[in-house]
């Protein structure tokens, strides 16, 4: 997906900046980048952190620059910031974004007089730099920015920095979170609210859906202000968030602890242990754990020393085996066992199945599976969790298509959404079956929603049930 930091100081902000980006490693694995404003003009560094953490890529550059204004990211896809020269003057732009209409958006650009885009590896344009061109189809800059949030289709949060400032725009559903912190002489933008903590700052405030904000190293001023309607991502509690996150001012491990309690209350299976899958199933483990009085336990464990999260080749297969091998087995505490696995969801279902059999293998004697969120039967628009992938890459598409013999209706699949109806128990059957579980349970959408506590109204269901 990605995530960004930005920074406004009366000091220099680079080491803030440094550590402030660093913090949402877990965010993105292709590229990272920096860009700083100061007294010799704007100055920028943008690395591939694909085989090595954005903090040995960065260490050089933080040594070097120098600024009281800066912005960066870590990207899963384009390379950015950007520096962009156009009659708003010079400035820097980062962005957070899905962009489904890129090509219509191109296309009325190229009309109006663009004259062109640089090809990305594959031919694809930069979303940053194509939000930055509509951006510059307005005369005032605020103005344009508000424009580009209006004309994407997806969603786009993003950080600009001019020598005025640092601006932040949340997407206009709130998709994507921005939060500011502030310390004396100095105010920060993120995406993840823990990432400026330890550096000394406290909460601010949140960004409303749509609110754009500039911020100096003396205040942080509301240029637009936020509008009513939210739709946040459910998802970015049950997975993407880490667990020190808080988004709407609901804790990412709390969310997780209530998800599981809430599965537990509605299971009956007695397995010797509950475990989760590392390292975001393990907070809604510890929650079914805690509300069923069934033991926690690690029956494996996750290698990361040599192993970091940005060593993810791009490739399905590679990432498979990846995954598999990061992960080590505590025989002991398989052998002859009854294990309850929590995920955060199931995908594909590759890596689960590898990882039921390799607890088969280790001496398990069951393995009940419980997904922490509802089956995923629509691939995701508004965020980039499968840039490349088609709703057929999910487990659930490919055996709702066997079971209605080819051609879907959206009539069917609000049945196979439905956990009273019959077709929901087949496809869960089906699911169980060609991956191996002992028995396979999904976490129920209106139970997964009263773990997060927010009104329903504000979060996004879409790859859950289809709800725009």
Not at 253 to 274: F, L, S, T, W
Not at 279 to 295: C, K, L, Q, R, T
Not at 319 to 327: D, E, H, T, V, Y
Not at 446 to 456: F, H, N, S
Request: proline share 4%; charged share 25%; with cysteine.
């Amino acid at each position: 997906m990605g995530g960004f930091f930005g920074v406004a100081s009366k000091q220099d902000c680079v080491f803030d900046l440094f550590f402030g980006i660093d913090y949402h490693s877990h965010l993105g694995t292709r590229r990272g980048g920096m860009a700083v404003y100061g007294e010799n003009g704007f100055d920028r560094s943008i690395h591939n952190i694909e085989n090595a953490p954005f903090r040995t890529k960065f260490d050089k550059d933080m040594q070097e620059m120098k600024g009281n204004f800066g912005i960066g990211c870590i990207s899963d896809y384009e390379p950015q910031p950007l520096i962009v020269q156009s009659h708003h003057g010079t400035y820097a732009i980062t962005t957070v974004s899905k962009i489904n209409n890129m090509k219509e958006i191109a296309k009325n650009l190229f009309e109006n007089g663009h004259s062109h885009f640089l090809e990305m590896s594959g031919g694809d344009i930069n979303a940053t730099e194509l939000v930055a061109s509509l951006i510059n189809q307005k005369e005032n800059l605020i103005e344009g920015i508000c424009y580009a949030l209006d004309q994407i289709d997806g969603s786009l949060s993003l950080l600009l920095m001019n020598q005025a400032g640092v601006y932040a725009a949340r997407d206009k559903y709130g998709r994507t979170p921005i939060a500011i912190g502030k310390k004396e002489d100095a105010f920060c933008a993120a995406f993840e609210s823990f990432s400026y903590k330890n550096l000394g700052y406290t909460d601010y405030k949140e960004l409303g859906p749509g609110e754009v904000i500039v911020m100096t190293d003396k205040g942080c001023k509301t240029l637009v202000d936020p509008n009513h309607e939210m739709k946040i991502c459910t998802f970015l509690w049950v997975y993407y968030g880490y667990p020190s996150s808080s988004y709407e001012g609901v804790s990412v491990e709390q969310m997780r602890y209530n998800c599981g309690a809430n599965m537990a209350k509605r299971d009956h299976v007695k397995p010797d242990i509950v475990a989760g899958v590392p390292d975001s199933g393990i907070a809604h483990a510890i929650g079914y754990a805690n509300e069923s009085g069934i033991p926690f336990s690690r029956p494996f464990i996750k290698y990361t020393p040599t192993w970091p999260r940005s060593f993810m080749p791009t490739i399905q297969s590679q990432r498979n085996l990846i995954a598999k091998m990061k992960l080590l087995a505590v025989e002991d505490l398989i052998r002859d066992k009854s294990l309850l696995l929590i995920d955060d969801s199931i995908v594909r279902g590759t890596q689960l199945g590898e990882t039921t059999e390799f607890l088969y293998k280790s001496g398990a004697k069951e393995v009940h599976i419980r997904p922490a969120c509802p089956p995923l039967l629509y691939g995701c628009k508004y965020l980039n969790f499968s840039r490349s992938s088609s709703e057929l890459d999910l487990i659930t598409s490919r055996v709702i298509e066997r079971l209605e013999g080819g051609d879907v209706t959206d009539e069917a699949l609000r049945e196979y959404a439905d956990p009273e109806s019959e077709k929901y128990e087949r496809m869960v059957e089906e699911i169980r079956k060609e991956l191996n579980f002992t028995s396979l349970r999904f976490n129920r959408l209106d139970d997964m929603l009263d773990a997060v506590g927010i009104d329903k109204c504000k979060l996004c269901t879409y790859c859950w049930d289809g709800r725009e």
